[in-house]
């Protein structure tokens, strides 16, 4: 059978496979006991070398590692070519046991993979004998430690390092070394085992016939990569946080922050699971991120070995690739595809597992260059720049609806040019707040649910939007009938966004500064002077309508005034999620891109803490706030120490309002007050918990103590908690209910007297 789709052929029943002039051949059974096989092969079309991952084949696929203890069957990719890597069992064998029978993995002739199968036999026939190795005198002491005994077992021809407690009992077997299987790849050979306590770890010594010893110590899979961050140490910096969560927040607030490729490192199991937060985020908001992981070394994955997780499997749905390095010698080329892949195109995290017996294997250092990462231009065709140039020259009504992947693709000069030529009033998501400064005369400031009136309204009354980097979101615009007076062209480096949330009437595929840069010259000045009178008189209603002040109480704007007031250009803003993130990204006067951090698609409670770290890390002369709601700092303030041990001078203003207060303000708006643990009643005196953590807390009560508290914790070199207390029912105003069009807006003074 052909078929030019690689893909399609990849059932549960595909065994095995193999590359041959330029076909993919495998084979399905076609009878119960496995016996009989049908060949099929598949034409090798392009778009195999896409993504130049590894291809899963057989009962492997959709249970990658499972308790299932099955076979699997494995395609690597490398230098261009294909090959079968291997077929295991269970036991790590090459070969396969189903059903009692057992088949071997075989190539024939024509340089063709089979399976031949072999007697059928009882394994619990092969051999009942049990041998308990001897072990050295001089090392029979460390036979035991603490209240735990190991010793090595053979059985059945499988050797295992047992443990027991003092008495043998509680047998637990923490290591299988399949080399010792007699099977097609390996001869048994003769092994020299000794097993040694060094610095708490058991450590198994084993030697082959030629007397190369080998090393291997039971857990800590990363810690080879860590000898070796120790041994280059003056070259690497290594930041050690309190939680995997907030290393890979910290990871991103530095890619988000100086436009690299952040870089986030956790061991095995629980490690790596907690890095999935952070990863998702930085998927969902775009952000090139490398996350390294340690695993359980390759004999023992699947075999729900300690701390062993399927981790690749896991962030699949969250990572643009991920990698699982099976050969020491394919190591430097994937870290460097990682970086490669993380920041090209529309960028994102990447995820580099490696074994733990990697990790302690050698390889010729090669020196890899990084590959150039040039901005995506080919899809940018005359066709389409002439046809969206000409729905620009045609509209009066213009509005450009501006988002993250403006700020991706270094696109703000251009942004502004652009905006300025056509004189259109620019609405910002709030992954673009800064790519066009706060006080410019065309910036409406942010759209969508918690958007500015201005921004909102415009939307409805253009006669032409024009999307650059920018999704459609539900908390956006995600229905065409909220803005059906208005055609759509949308510019985008991923093609997957293109019609995806709402049908477009024209667009451009590739990078947004090239792409604006090749539109310039096609497009004609604009004055639209009545489409800017609407602009002025909108933008004066946003003022005016959410800005009920008793020259009182601490409010945010107060806040951010102050704050305004003070930045001389150098205020880096990052957030958690709740009203503070809002009441930010809607008061901050913004003067420069990349100074909103804050998480977006995802919104991720404890994002914050992590991210300032890795800003001011990335950016030491920046000066760093992490704007946080008392509920969000809770999520992870133990980064606080790690802020500490380093000395990185952050400054946490804890808008304190004793709430979930988006949560909050919901259960207020659309549940009758019904206010359903939202209330937080928590005795935390957050200036105690800065100096508990060795760093400086300060308290704001009111409005004449900000000015010299601000002031105070700028000239302080240490990291910093302000406690801003504000009242547990203010809002975020204007808001537009969940599915409401996008016009419909709530405002302050609508709920006067309510």
Known sequence: MENGNVDEPYTDSAFYCAIKDGYLYYETPVDDDYEYFDVYRVKIESQINIDKKELYLGKFIGQAYSRAKDFYAEIIYDDDSYYLEAVYNEYGEKSIRKNGNRYLLCIDENGMYTLKKCEKTDQKQESNETQYITISEHVQEYNSYGDKQFYLKQENGNTELIQTDLNGNNEKVLKRYADCYESVAYTDPTYIFSIMVCEDKLVVMYEDQESNPKYDVVGYWELNIYDYLYKYKEQIKHYLTCHEQGAAHAADGYARSSGKVGVCIATSGPGATNLVTGIATAYMDSVPLVAITGNVQKSLLGRDSFQEVDITGITMPITKHNFIVKDINNLEETIRKAFYIAKEGRPGPVLIDIPKDITSDKTEYKGLTPLPVEPKSKHITVTSLNEAAKYINDSEKPLIYAGGGVINSDATEELINFA???????????????????????????????????????????????????????????????????????????????????????????????????????????????????????????????????????????????????????????????????????????????????????????????????????????????????????????????????????????????????????QSLFYEARYSQTTLDRATDFVKLAEAFGGVGFRVEKRDELDGVLKEALSVNRPVIIDYKIDSDKKVFPMVAPGSPIHQIINEEDLEGK
Request: aromatic content about 6%; charged content about 20%; glycine content about 8%.
């Open 420 to 666: 300025e030529k056509i004189n259109a009033p620019v609405a910002t998501t709030l992954m673009c707040r800064g790519a066009i400064p706060s006080e410019h005369r065309l910036n409406t400031g942010m759209i969508g649910m918690h958007g500015s009136n201005a921004s909102n309204i415009l939307a409805t009354k253009c006669d032409l939007i024009i999307a650059l980097g920018a999704r459609f979101s539900d908390r956006v615009i995600s229905d065409k009938e909220f803005i059906n007076n208005a055609k759509i062209i949308q510019i985008d480096v991923d093609p997957a966004e293109i019609n995806k949330n709402v049908r477009v009437d024209s667009f451009i595929i590739g990078d947004i500064k090239v792409a604006l840069q090749k539109l310039m010259p096609l497009i004609n000045e604009k004055r639209n002077e009545n489409w800017l009178k609407t602009v002025e008189e909108l933008k004066l209603l946003s003022i005016t309508k959410n800005n009920s002040d008793d020259g009182e109480q601490l409010t945010p704007r107060f806040l951010f005034e102050k704050l305004s007031s003070l930045d001389d250009g150098s205020f880096v803003m990052t957030t958690e999620v709740g009203q503070h993130q809002m009441w930010t990204a809607q008061y901050f006067n913004f003067k420069t891109p990349r100074t909103l951090i804050s998480s977006g698609g995802l919104g991720t409670m404890g994002f914050g803490l992590g991210a300032a770290i890795g800003v001011k890390v990335a950016s030491p002369n920046k000066t760093v706030f992490n704007i946080a709601g008392d509920g969000s700092f809770g999520m992870n303030c133990n980064e606080f120490a790690t802020a500490v041990k380093y000395n990185i001078p952050i400054k946490i203003i804890v808008m304190n309002n004793n709430a979930l207060g988006m949560v909050r303000q919901w």
